[in-house]
């Protein structure tokens, strides 16, 4: 049965009815017509509130970007002043966050330029800048080298946004068995390795 929902909800529940959609049923079938008759309202009324399906899905990425860094700053915060721990617990998080949202996760990175909203990129430059945060917190205790913080940043970011990528894709396996790796493990060993390369040489 179709639920009915009242003016004031409407912006919300077309948000939440997108991304279960998207959760179920893929990208394809994110449609305003689908949605205004999960939502059980007229075709014309997402207009109150969106210009086009572009600008719903924007809304919906950008939800998932504010529950992405929700979901980081819990563990950053848990390990306040230990630079590398702070950041082995992003990579695990970002890593876990794309793993359990496969179905919004591509969205929010996609390269359709009619998803770039206003609101869009701002919450991914706040998440961005967040970020940079803690490699300046690192240089600036001496933990890591006094390189660019934003470099730093965007480096571990695109390890990382690699990794999940290719995960999802379900092309990870290991070269001689084909198995599937443990995720803890590999992201782990993958940090490592790129903190290797940032670590002050004193520290």
């Known amino acids: 049965m179709t639920a009915k929902y009242h003016h004031g909800d409407l912006r ?5 009815v997108g991304e279960k959609v998207l959760r179920e049923e893929g990208v394809e079938a994110f449609t305003l017509r689908r949605l205004t008759k999960e939502v059980g309202v007229s075709h014309n009324a997402p207009y109150r509130h969106f210009k086009n399906r572009d600008d719903l899905l924007a809304a919906v ?6 529950r ?11 390990h306040e002043g230990h630079i590398q721990e702070q950041l082995m617990h992003f990579s695990f998080d970002y890593i876990d966050f794309a793993l359990k949202n496969r179905h919004l996760y591509p969205v929010m990175f996609s390269s359709n330029p009619h998803l770039d909203s206003e609101a869009l990129i ?12 803690i ?3 690192g240089q600036a ?6 390189d660019s913080p934003l470099l730093q940043a965007l480096t571990l970011f695109s390890l990382l946004h690699g990794v999940a990528n290719v995960m999802l894709a379900g092309r990870f396996s290991m070269p ?13 060993g993958l940090v490592e390795v790129y ?4 670590l002050a040489t004193n520290s």
Do not use: C, K
């Open 12 to 16: 919300n529940a077309l948000i939440e």
């Open 61 to 66: 990425s950008e939800r998932g970007y504010w």
């Open 141 to 146: 205790a001496g933990t890591l080298r006094t």
């Open 176 to 188: 001689f068995d084909g198995s599937q790796p443990d995720v803890e493990t590999l992201v782990r």
């Open 195 to 198: 903190m290797g390369g940032i």
């Open 122 to 133: 701002e919450v991914m430059q706040n998440a961005l800048t967040a970020f940079v945060e």
């Open 135 to 137: 490699f300046e917190r």
């Open 68 to 78: 992405l860094r929700d979901h980081v700053e819990e563990g950053i915060e848990r």
